[in-house]
């Protein structure tokens, strides 16, 4: 289950990706890769500011830019964030703060041991 998944779960799964998708100019699949490729950095590896990271998303997912960077505002306001701010209690930091919540899985605050586990697990490693 990818990082936006999750977030879809603890809210309740209102959100309808199609059409979030087509306001962002995205198909529902590639809105999956670009959410969860920006969160995942915003979250737990590199940066805080969503301009970089939705340009190493764009990057790493072929995903225009411009549609990216459009992205994180839809879903902070369709998950019921607001649309402002970076605060822990809504905008994209609200959303941020969801995100680290869902990788870190122990509760340590750190959620880069829990990514490692979730990647040795998928090679089942130990």
């Known amino acids: 289950m990818g990082i936006l998944d999750g977030l879809l779960n603890q809210s309740g799964g209102g959100l309808d990706l199609d059409d979030l998708a087509g306001k962002v100019g995205l198909s529902a699949d590639q809105l999956r890769t670009g959410a969860d490729s920006i969160l995942g950095r915003l979250a737990g590896t590199g940066t805080d500011d969503p301009d970089v990271a939705a340009s190493e998303a764009a990057a790493e997912t072929g995903l225009p830019l411009d549609r990216l960077q459009e992205l994180l505002p839809q879903l ?30 122990d509760g340590d605050g750190n959620p880069l041991d829990d990514i490692a586990d979730m990647a ?5 490693r130990d």
Do not use: C, P, W
């Open 120 to 124: 040795k697990g998928l090679f089942n």
């Open 76 to 105: 902070t306001q369709h998950l019921g964030m607001g649309e402002g701010g970076d605060g822990a209690s809504g905008g994209i930091g609200g959303l941020v703060e969801q995100a680290k919540g869902f990788l870190d899985r």
